[in-house]
């Protein structure tokens, strides 16, 4: 858990209906580089912890028997079951609204355990423990994010690249220095150190495999808004009343930069790491 701040059901209250149109995409290779690593064939059990709306869970359901998606936020779950059923998979799909940390005891175990960027928001010692125990003896957790460390430019792309700078230090005018998180805030950020804490619970390994991104995307106005939307330090709730008066600003913003209201990106690359249940494996 990060120090100094506890965990609230308004921690990402109002984001749900955002996040698919905002959220960059994971990289396009990722289910084949988790098929080879894991030796997925159709057969297994996924359990996909701090699932959000399913995207990451719904991307590898054509991998797995069954996928059960976790996650304590309401309208989260419910973009979850409605993308499910968009898709036509309802019936291998399960999702559970609850915390991590009261993961039930009851729901058999699984072959891979999967925390796509939301294993920071938890009592990490105590879900690590407890995902252990709902895996199989050689099963895999997987810890999967955006790759931090490279550099992303918008050179040849036809559009000027998303004011990401511009539109945080908007969110700073709105809501103050020091970045919200629920009915809190973090004042140093959300905590690193996942190796540590994964290998204290008896994990093996990790594995490490980079996705490459660096596709081109072109984003709208309306996706960099829903973006911001589906971030918890900018998520609909923290601006109370002034929501509206934030979105015509943060509008105004992005058109002085791209008239045209288009703006280039590219995809980031994901970052894996496989920790085994028992004695390490690819």
């Not at 002085?256 to 690819?282: C, H, K, L, Q, Y």
Request: proline fraction near 6%; charged fraction near 20%; glycine fraction near 14%.
């Amino acid at each position: 858990m990060v120090a100094g701040w506890e965990w609230d059901d308004t921690l990402f209250s109002g984001a749900a209906p955002y996040y698919q149109r905002g959220r960059l995409p994971y990289a396009p290779g990722l289910a084949d580089v988790l098929a080879g690593a894991l030796g997925l064939d159709g057969r297994g059990r996924l359990l996909d912890v701090g699932c959000g709306p399913g995207t990451l869970a719904l991307s590898l359901v054509h991998l797995f028997r069954e996928i059960v998606g976790v996650d304590p936020d309401r309208e989260m779950i419910a973009e979850a079951r409605r993308g499910a059923a968009e898709r036509g998979v309802t019936e291998k799909a399960r999702w559970v609204q609850a915390r991590a940390e009261e993961l039930p005891a009851g729901p058999g175990t699984f072959s891979v355990a999967t925390f796509g960027q939301s294993f920071h928001w938890m009592d990490r010692d105590l879900v690590a423990a407890t995902t252990r125990g709902l895996l199989r003896p050689g099963g895999a957790l997987v810890h999967i994010s955006d790759l931090k460390t490279e550099t992303r430019t918008v050179d040849g792309l036809p559009h000027p690249a998303v004011p990401y700078a511009a539109i945080e230090e908007l969110v700073r005018q709105y809501l103050g220095p020091v970045r919200r998180a629920g009915q809190g805030v973090l004042a140093h950020g959300t905590p690193g150190g996942e190796a540590a804490v994964l290998a204290r619970a008896g994990f093996s390994g990790p594995h490490r495999h980079v996705v490459p991104g660096g596709q081109a995307l072109e984003r709208t106005c309306d996706d960099v808004v829903a973006w911001t939307f589906s971030m918890s330090f900018s998520a609909p709730h923290l601006f109370g009343p002034r929501r509206d008066a934030f979105e015509t600003d943060l509008r105004r913003v992005l058109l002085d930069v791209s008239a045209s209201g288009r703006f280039s990106e590219r995809g980031p690359s994901t970052e894996v790491f496989v920790w085994r249940n028992g004695a390490a494996g690819g």
